[in-house]
């Protein structure tokens, strides 16, 4: 990033070929796909989901949930701050906040990951790849409506999904150690 290197020459070119290929109908559209993977949106998510798991008893998977949610909002924007990336020029949308990495991927992958764990623990198998898939086309909707929207580079977006795929395995390894 700071050197110029070839994929920041990518990251500008892909997002300039993205804005000039852009269509009015589907900057709409991820206007609102992009919401399901905004802050706010999934705070309120993980406070209904943990209001569920409380009133069934579950503390340990609301403490899960909570600290994978906290967590990764305090990590993204800890990263934000150390790497100070401006946003893409060209975009639909415009923000006051650094561009790397993507809270956006970061927040649904690491939280939608938790959520699709914590249900699927006890489901059939069917049942089990049905919420995965469902779980990537979501995080990966709501990864990409940031590149069409022009919120962040390619790379802000992939390093989103392995910062919250990381925090999500480390919350996971930890709560399965602590269960040991």
């Known amino acids: 990033y700071l050197t110029g290197d070839p994929i920041v020459r990518w990251d500008v070119s892909f997002a300039s070929w993205l804005h000039e290929h852009s269509n009015p109908a589907l900057v709409t559209a991820f206007k609102l796909i992009t919401i399901a993977g905004n802050a706010a949106f999934l705070a309120l998510v993980v406070v209904a989901v943990g209001v569920v ?3 069934r008893r579950a503390r340990n998977d609301a403490v899960l949930l909570a600290a ?3 967590g990764i909002e305090i990590l993204n924007a800890g990263l934000k701050l150390a790497f100070h990336r401006p946003r893409p020029e060209l975009s639909f ?11 956006h991927a970061a927040g649904a992958t690491a939280i ?4 699709v764990f914590l249900a699927a623990r ?3 198998v069917v049942r089990r ?4 898939a469902a779980a990537v086309v979501l995080i990966a909707l709501v ?5 069409y929207l022009g919120a962040h580079y390619l790379s802000d977006v992939l ?3 392995a910062l919250g795929a990381s925090w999500l395995a480390l919350c996971l390894l930890v709560q399965h150690e602590l269960r040991r």
């Open 129 to 132: 790849v049905a919420l995965v």
């Open 143 to 147: 990864d990409f409506s940031r590149l």
């Open 122 to 124: 006890h489901a059939s």
């Open 112 to 115: 939608y990951g938790v959520l």
């Open 159 to 161: 390093a989103g999904s």
């Open 68 to 70: 994978v949610a906290l």
């Open 53 to 55: 798991l409380l009133r």
């Open 93 to 103: 949308i415009h923000l006051d906040t650094y561009s790397f990495p993507s809270g």
